[in-house]
């Protein structure tokens, strides 16, 4: 005979809510847009009032705001990752590429991160600068850092694109990109791609190697 399952008590509840709005409110801005979504929805699908909700979140733009937050707090867990790689500046170089597609390109929630950022960001400047210093300019930091170490040691050639890091992580931008647009519609397998990625940033930079 089946135990009967423990009830939950409102404390247990009430530490459950924000959760529970967060998700909600992430399905419904995803589905339909910011302006389009409506706090009372997010309120039925939880199972609380709009008032309710507010007392978490006075205003939908902060709703809006602490769900961006939500989703782009497990990327920033990518920055001490990526600064215990070791190698090469090659081996390195190439990791970290992988684990932007593995950790962000590859990832429901930052996939639609980055959908929200081009749709929103204009109505969100403050928040779409904040997302560039938390998680965009770290991540350019260490690419360039990496390629610097490689140009230094002579393992890279030095020439325009080892000075502009965006250059050197601009496929991956345009994956984010291709699968904004096409949703799937339009197919472009994510492990060949970042596989050529890899194989031309890095040849790319080490190609006075096969000239000597």
């Known amino acids: 005979m089946a135990k009967p399952q423990k009830k939950i008590t409102r404390a247990e509840q009430k530490a459950m809510r924000p959760r529970q709005i967060l998700?909600?409110?992430?399905?419904a801005f995803s589905n339909n847009g910011f302006l389009a979504t409506r706090v009372e929805d997010i309120a039925a699908k939880?199972?609380?009032?709009k008032g309710t909700v507010y007392v978490y979140y006075p205003t939908k733009e902060d709703l809006f705001e602490a769900v961006m937050q939500d989703?782009?707090?497990s990327f920033v867990s990518l920055?001490?990752?990526?600064?215990?790689?070791?190698g090469t500046c090659s081996e390195k170089l190439g990791s970290l590429i992988q684990l932007l597609y593995d950790?962000?390109?590859?990832?429901?929630?930052?996939?639609q991160l980055f959908r929200f950022l081009v749709s929103e960001g204009p109505r969100f400047p403050d928040m779409a600068d904040r997302h560039h210093k938390?998680?965009?300019q770290p991540m350019v930091d260490r690419l360039q850092a990496i390629i610097d170490q490689g140009v230094a040691s002579g393992e890279f050639r030095a020439g325009p694109s080892t000075k502009m890091a965006e250059v050197v992580g601009g496929p991956a931008m345009m994956m984010c990109f291709w699968r904004t647009v096409f949703q799937g519609r339009q197919h472009?397998?994510?492990?060949?791609?970042?596989?050529?990625?890899v194989d031309l940033v890095i040849h790319s930079l080490t190609s006075h190697r096969d000239a000597t």
Do not use: W
């Open 23 to 27: 998700d909600a409110a992430f399905e």
């Open 46 to 49: 939880v199972g609380v009032t």
């Open 71 to 73: 989703i782009s707090v």
């Open 79 to 86: 920055i001490p990752e990526i600064d215990k790689l070791t």
């Open 103 to 111: 950790r962000v390109i590859d990832d429901q929630h930052a996939s």
């Open 134 to 136: 938390m998680f965009v």
């Open 188 to 197: 472009l397998d994510i492990k060949e791609f970042s596989q050529a990625h």
